[in-house]
């Protein structure tokens, strides 16, 4: 199954980042490079972007119900 994936040097598998460019008040944010993270169950995603607002990097936000995938 892991063959699917895309991975680096070390075999840890690859996950595209597209950085959203969030700001609050133009708050330049700077990003911790040794956290990372993933959001399940996001919903609006408010804890998602908070989260990265305190420098963590959300690399993706996932949700399983169809109102939420539909906005």
């Given at each position: 199954m892991l063959k699917e994936f895309e991975t680096d040097s070390e075999g840890n598998i690859v996950i595209p980042y597209t950085h959203k460019g969030y700001t609050v008040n133009d708050l330049e944010i700077s990003y911790r490079p040794d956290v990372i993270a993933i959001s399940m169950f996001?919903?609006?995603?408010?804890?998602?972007?908070?989260?990265?607002?305190?420098?963590?990097?959300?690399?993706?936000?996932?949700?399983?119900?169809?109102?939420?995938?539909?906005r």
């Open positions: 996001s919903g609006a995603g408010g804890l998602d972007i908070g989260t990265q607002l305190a420098g963590v990097k959300v690399i993706s936000s996932l949700d399983i119900l169809k109102i939420v995938l539909k």
